[in-house]
């Protein structure tokens, strides 16, 4: 085992995007996490591309240096093997709501008394402290209640849009990974597990109002909710003469060198508008408007020339494709090709930290439903013939060899 967290068992009972994207970090940091499935396995291996069925490119890309048990926890006797599992783990993480763990003899208290120092973390949608706590929450409807498509529609969308990405799974999945490895900090100073709650409206409404309360900060308000930089029309890729470039002109410093670089150095001094930072945040609708106008009249590659010679942040807007070739990629080698023993070639981002010590390695890649069953279930100390009936009986499954 490799990596910050090579002495560490993750007993995973999630499922989809939050919860399996938290503890790929944790298993990329060297966790050893095991990922019990109901049979069939989890819903993600039914998502799209793929070459195989159950193996989706999702699933793939944040569930590798996992190990794949298949249980079926409303059996009783599945029940009792995880709590057993759960003894020798310290942590169990799930994405179902609490009343459903309950419903399955897996609460808190039952879990405790197996093993005080596990740290039992529950990622669902709301805090259990209000009238949303037993609601589903997908990342859709999570991106909607913060206030994401409206924030896209201020800031000029024609209509309101989610983020073109799964957002607040994978931001809350941090948050989430971030909660389980300071209570394992405090479990070592203090010898004591705990419950843990990591809820996805709250979690990303800390971001959204974080920055969008602004003026509603203040009470009384001192400006409306918004921050006006984020928000502004003109804040986004701009158009050039042959393309789209990303600039970033921000601080006093770089707009003097700005205005220089285009031949009107005196447009700083007499232009309050663009005098100092607040300045600019007041009059960000003109500031970014005239950076739309000024940037459109040469080529990218011009822009780029002369942004560097002034030290000015810019780079070039990418696809997907362009990423691949980027000479940064390719040179520290983040974007590189695995070969998976089902699945073939893949090509899968490196672990992103980089370590003088305990450094993180990839260690295997994401198993077949069951694939480990038998070889973790022994490993958990359950005896062969054990193995056999639960797996005779269908309360536990392994993949086809």
């Excluded at 924030?151 to 909660?179: C, E, F, I, T």
């Excluded at 090709?337 to 450094?359: F, M, N, Q, Y």
């Amino acid at each position: 085992m490799a990596g910050p967290l090579a002495d560490v068992r993750v007993l995973d009972l999630t499922s989809v995007v939050m919860g399996p994207y938290a503890t790929s970090v944790l298993a990329e940091l060297g966790a050893d996490v095991v990922k019990v499935e109901p049979p069939g396995g989890e819903v993600m291996r039914k998502s799209g591309p793929m070459r195989h069925a159950d193996m989706g490119h999702f699933y793939l890309a944040i569930n590798r240096n996992k190990r794949s048990v298949v249980l079926d926890l409303k059996r009783e006797e599945a029940r009792r093997v995880l709590l057993r599992m759960a003894a020798a783990c310290d942590v169990l993480v799930y994405n179902i709501r609490p009343q459903a763990m309950e419903r399955l003899g897996l609460g808190y208290e039952a879990l405790r008394e197996v093993n005080p120092r596990l740290l039992y973390v529950g990622a669902y949608g709301f805090s259990q402290k209000g009238p949303y706590a037993a609601r589903p929450a997908y990342d859709d409807l999570i991106q909607g209640m913060v206030g994401i498509p409206w924030l896209s529609q201020q800031a000029g969308a024609d209509k309101p849009r989610y983020a073109p990405m799964v957002l607040v799974d994978r931001m809350v999945g941090l948050q989430l990974a971030n909660a389980i490895t300071s209570g394992l900090y405090h479990r070592e100073r203090s010898g004591r597990g705990q419950r843990i709650d990591v809820p996805m409206f709250e979690g990303m409404l800390s971001v959204v109002l974080g920055e969008h309360l602004a003026g509603r900060q203040f009470e009384p308000a001192v400006g409306p909710a918004g921050y006006q930089r984020s928000l502004a029309q003109d804040r986004r890729p701009y158009r050039t003469k042959d393309g789209w470039l990303c600039a970033m002109v921000y601080n006093d410093k770089q707009w003097r060198a700005f205005f220089d670089v285009i031949g009107r150095p005196e447009v700083y001094a007499a232009d309050e508008r663009f005098h100092s930072q607040n300045s600019r945040l007041t009059n960000i609708a003109h500031v970014y408007g005239f950076l739309a106008d000024v940037l459109a009249t040469r080529t990218s590659e011009e822009w780029l020339r002369l942004f560097e010679r002034a030290d000015i942040p810019a780079a070039r807007m990418n696809a997907i494709e362009d990423m691949l070739e980027d000479e940064h990629v390719q040179a520290t080698g983040f974007v590189r090709e695995v070969e998976h023993p089902t699945e073939g070639t893949l090509r899968v981002t490196a672990i992103p930290t980089e370590w003088s010590e305990s450094v993180p390695q990839h260690r295997s890649h994401a198993p077949l439903a069951g694939e480990n069953t038998r070889d973790v279930l022994r490993e958990f100390g359950l005896p062969p013939d054990e193995i056999d009936k639960l797996l005779a009986t269908g309360a536990a499954c392994q993949a086809n060899p």
